[in-house]
DNA sequence: GCTCTATTACGATGAGTGTCGTAATTTCCG
DNA sequence: CGGAAATTACGACACTCATCGTAATAGAGC
């Protein structure tokens, strides 16, 4: 049986709590790593800070409703709520995903 | 004619920064503000802090491509720039503003 | 020119937070 | 049981930034 951590509900889910996890440009990079992988670990995300910081950085994610984690054993996989954020805020997500890149100005 | 202050090309703004820009609870309810009044000057936005604070925002916010300011005589009313930010991030800005609150926890 | 108003520039300050290092906890496995 | 690995809890620190008060600037109208 899948266990998992708390997590908000979907009509918890505040878009304002949302935008300020995303507006962290290592929170942004997980989100986008996470949509690549699927899942990951946070030891298995190869990022250019400390595990115990990206560890921060999930819970933070987790607690504004993007990522679910499952606990398995000694590790706690997370993953993108896609589904859910898609049925709670349409758009928004996937907006944010697809973004092109900015032309470097000047 | 009209004059308007420097802003960034539509292919300048970066997803990225206008996240950090709407991060802000108070920048959040700018944008809605001026979803609803269509344009407005930082005095004429009724806020909770002092027009030097709200004129600080509304740089941000224009440098981070979310709105554009017009120079008419001492006023620099402000609008959203709905059309390009649908074109440069679609879905994105329309997905925030409509919004539903969050049913509180507990 | 003078005054009033709108805006911004500037410096200061206090709160928030991203990051780290270390220790503690938990689970897996030999 | 004992060691290794993953995660988190905790405290500390530096830096960002939201806010304010004041002063400076600029235009409108008398």
Same mark, same amino acid.
């Given at each position: 049986?899948? @266990?998992?951590? *708390?997590? #908000?509900?979907? &009509?918890? $889910?505040?878009?304002?709590?949302?935008?300020?996890? /995303?507006? &962290? #440009?290592?929170?942004?990079? $997980?989100?986008?790593? /996470?949509?690549?992988?699927?899942? %990951?670990?946070?030891?298995?995300?190869?990022? !250019?800070?400390?595990?115990?910081?990206?560890?921060?950085?999930?819970? $933070?994610?987790?607690? %504004?409703?993007?990522?679910? @984690?499952? $606990?398995?054993? @000694?590790?706690? !996989? %997370?993953?993108?709520?896609? &589904?859910?954020?898609?049925?709670?805020? !349409?758009?928004?997500?996937? *907006?944010?995903?697809?973004? @092109?890149?900015?032309? #470097?100005?000047?």
């Amino acid at each position: 049986m899948e @266990t998992w951590m *708390a997590q #908000p509900d979907l &009509d918890e $889910i505040d878009v304002a709590t949302v935008l300020q996890a /995303l507006a &962290d #440009p290592m929170r942004l990079r $997980i989100v986008r790593l /996470l949509a690549e992988v699927e899942e %990951s670990t946070c030891t298995a995300l190869d990022l !250019p800070v400390k595990v115990s910081t990206v560890s921060h950085h999930v819970n $933070i994610l987790r607690h %504004s409703g993007l990522v679910s @984690t499952r $606990i398995d054993g @000694t590790a706690r !996989p %997370s993953r993108l709520r896609r &589904d859910d954020l898609e049925r709670r805020f !349409p758009g928004l997500l996937s *907006a944010i995903l697809t973004a @092109t890149p900015p032309r #470097p100005q000047r």
